[in-house]
């Protein structure tokens, strides 16, 4: 079976190591077929209302879309030619119109295969640190983030995939920070139901916790929803290294393989059969 990484990152963000050519040379060496380069691209931070405790570096895009192609080249050129090298990046959604509208231009000008489409931001606030916390209960904290999630799906520029639902539990300071359907169910079915009918992927992201939580996808399976990605999210060059944990944990609720994108259009890999 096909294994690719739909969700990665080069030191073209601000938290990654490795430059996009020795990420492919890592990739190979892992033994995975593809991966789509995604790094971040954070117009919510520039051009938005939101605000973050710390500042990320800009993501240069010319020099990102030369990197890939050097390193595509490389590909192409070098023993590990089999890889499949896309190019992608990680949109942070802010609900502001002119961060929307960059965000359409942007993505209108570069040949993009994959568009993530991320949660980051809450009502202006950075939901990795600890201040977006402050003063909220879990309920409210985790209430808002997922509306902000459910607001992301109407982001009116071209996304393929709705990135880590879940990823408001990293920096929770809560005892107990799992976010399950359980907990606010018609919000999460608003948000899936929405997933489907816009016929978007929902990844399932290695990160941190694995987000969503498995009662999510279990939902997500029962209304009908099948389309999923690997996102490992790596920022160290771990490529595809959950692979086999995101097969044993989709496969039993009757996921039949998952998406790739080359130039926003999904590719299906099945699962080997048992
Ligand atoms: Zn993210
Ligand atoms: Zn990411």
């Known amino acids: 079976m096909q294994k690719f990484d739909t969700h990665v990152h080069s030191n073209h963000s601000h938290d990654g190591k ?11 060496s892992h033994g995975v077929d593809g991966f789509c380069i995604t790094d971040h691209l954070d117009l919510d931070l520039e051009w938005g209302e939101c605000k973050s405790a710390f500042v990320w570096k800009k993501l240069r895009l010319e020099d ?9 080249e490389e590909v192409e ?32 000008s570069y040949p993009f295969d994959e568009v993530i489409n991320s949660t980051h931001c809450v009502l202006g606030r950075e939901a990795y640190f600890a ?7 879990k309920r409210k904290a985790y209430g808002d983030y ?13 996304y393929d995939v709705v990135a880590h639902i879940g990823y408001i539990t ?23 139901k929405g997933i489907i009918e816009l016929g978007k992927t929902l990844e399932v992201n290695f990160h941190h916790a694995v987000a969503p939580h498995k009662s999510v ?7 009908g929803g099948r389309a999923i990605s690997y996102g490992g999210d790596s920022h160290r060059g771990e490529i595809g290294e959950r692979f086999d944990d995101f097969v044993a944990l989709v496969k039993p609720i009757g996921f039949e393989g998952y998406n790739y994108f080359v130039r926003h259009a999904p590719v299906f890999v099945p699962f080997d059969k048992d």
């Open 170 to 192: 990293h920096g929770a300071p809560y005892k107990d920070k799992s976010l399950v359907y359980e907990d606010f169910p018609d919000k999460f079915d608003a948000i899936l």
């Open 18 to 28: 490795f430059g996009i050519d020795e990420l492919a040379r890592l990739a190979s």
């Open 77 to 108: 050129q070098c023993k590990n030619g089999s890889l499949n090298l896309l190019f992608g990046v990680e949109a942070g959604f802010s609900e502001k119109g002119c961060a929307s509208e960059k965000y359409g231009e942007v993505i209108a």
């Open 64 to 72: 990102y879309y030369q990197s890939y192609l050097n390193a595509k």
């Open 217 to 223: 996808l279990e939902r997500y399976f029962e209304l």
């Open 131 to 137: 201040d977006y916390f402050y003063f909220k209960s």
């Open 146 to 158: 997922l509306d902000a999630v459910l607001k992301s799906l109407d982001a009116p520029y071209p």
